[in-house]
């Protein structure tokens, strides 16, 4: 079992930027694959950003330029660093890892709202 603790979320101003971090705990060396989701009120959830063990990123044309997905390997941890953030970009985010099997695992996620 891989457990996901999300931080990071909050309020910002339409333009700011916020770091979410996502630490997984447990049976970590499987996992090859982790990415951030996002859910929007209404509307289905969705990928924003992914990333390999091997480094290969992966975003929606929407953050494209804006946010950047990264991990830390030795913590098991994935970064979410969003910038010049946009009132539509308000959602609950999700991280996600795949370990070998597959194993799909998912956080409680994390609210962000950018105000206008």
């Known amino acids: 079992q891989v457990q996901l603790v999300e931080s990071g979320g909050g309020l910002v101003q339409a333009g700011g930027s916020l770091r979410l971090s996502c630490a997984a705990s447990g049976r970590t060396a499987g996992i090859y694959f982790m990415a951030w989701y996002s859910q929007a009120p209404g509307k289905e959830r969705e990928l924003v950003a992914s990333i390999t063990v091997g480094g290969t990123t992966n975003y929606a044309d929407s953050v494209k330029g804006r946010f950047t997905i990264s991990r830390d390997g030795a913590k098991s941890t994935v970064y979410l660093q969003m910038n010049s953030l946009k009132p539509e970009d308000t959602a609950v985010y999700f991280c996600?890892?795949?370990?070998?099997?597959?194993?799909?695992?998912w956080g409680q996620g994390t609210q962000v709202t950018v105000s206008s």
């Open positions: 996600n890892t795949v370990a070998y099997g597959p194993l799909v695992y």
